[in-house]
């Protein structure tokens, strides 16, 4: 269903921009056959492709997703998980909870697009602590003022006091799961 949606505003987008497929194409470096299919909503859609498409129609990667959950039940399925939130155009935030707004710890998942490792990067700190497991891809964190590479399989807990920061200085997306308290949302 998500697939569809997506693929249907990108068509929008590309038409109110007076595009054509090929324009999209050459801008982004998908074939037109796949944004063609992706329009369509008969393929699947990767976070890192989405957001060369939505720097070509020159709108936030956000824009792409619908943040609000209907399912009031305890178990949430994954074709259920919607994006609550991104961030900067680089962490898409999926809430693995349906109602987060009564609970204690926040459970989310969360993808890091690749970054420039010439970025800035501040660390920072706040109330509460941070469980944080890499499901996939290479995370760079810092912690405390140093800086550990965390590998699928790979986890960290901490009281969130200390200053931290996460990083994607790969170039393939990096999928972490975090469970964090307070929940202050």
Known sequence: MMNK??????????????????????LTSLSTGFLSQLERGLTNIATDSLQ?????????LSYFFVSVTKNRSHVLRSYEKEVFQVVNSKFIHYHLTNHSEDKTLLPRMIELLPINCHEDL?????????FVYVLEGTLTLFINHEQVELFPGDSAHYNSSIVHNWA?????????LVVSTPNSL
């Open 168 to 176: 994607n200085y790969t170039n393939k997306m990096v999928r972490i």
């Open 122 to 130: 501040s660390q920072y700190a706040h109330e509460g602590e941070e």
């Open 5 to 26: 949606d997506i693929g249907k505003k990108v068509k929008e987008l590309r038409l109110q921009k007076k595009m054509t497929l090929k324009d999209l194409s050459e």
């Open 52 to 60: 060369k498409i939505s720097e070509a129609l020159g709108v936030d």
